[in-house]
């Protein structure tokens, strides 16, 4: 009878942690959803307003229709979010950023054509030039600590 208790006390702890186990996946799947995904409370969804001296279409997508010229364009970085979230330009043309931080630390970066702007403090701002020499679609994000991950990114369109 006393082996009895303790196989019951055993099985008790197992069927706990288990549970625990179960709520923390949960909550952490939970936490990053909420996150991600556009319309949960605590969204990170970027306005589609823009500043540029390309024109926005009236999704806030912020298109050139160059071909080989000197397109501008002047990206804001607030609370996670750049403002525009989205750039569409042609390939050969040579693209012109003037990135503008607020708030906090934020940079520019753009992997595949090797840009990247200083950390940048508030009302800071700085201007990288590159050509579009390549087609297709490329993220820009902030690296400062995790601002990437918590959705401070955008998307570099060449066609």
């Not at 019951?8 to 959803?33: F, Q, S």
């Not at 693209?95 to 992997?111: A, L, W």
């Not at 950390?119 to 600590?145: I, W």
Request: net charge negative.
């Amino acid at each position: 009878m006393h082996m009895t208790i303790l196989a019951d006390m055993n099985r008790g702890w197992v069927v706990g942690i288990i549970v625990l186990v179960i709520v923390a996946v949960g909550g952490g799947i939970w936490w990053t959803t909420k996150r991600a995904n556009p319309g949960l409370p605590g969204d990170l969804t970027p306005p589609t307003n823009s500043t540029t001296t390309a024109t926005p279409t009236s999704d806030g997508v912020v298109t050139d229709k160059g071909t080989g010229k000197i397109v501008e364009f002047t990206v804001t970085g607030s609370s996670f979010k750049f403002v525009p979230n989205k750039l569409e330009v042609t390939q050969g043309d040579t693209i012109r950023i003037t990135f503008k931080s607020s708030g906090e630390m934020h940079d520019f970066v753009i992997d595949e054509f090797d840009v990247a702007t200083d950390q940048l403090g508030e009302g800071e701002e700085e201007e990288v030039e590159f050509v579009a020499n390549q087609t297709g679609s490329f993220d820009f994000y902030c690296s400062t600590a995790n601002h990437r991950s918590i959705g401070m990114k955008g998307i570099l369109v060449v066609k």
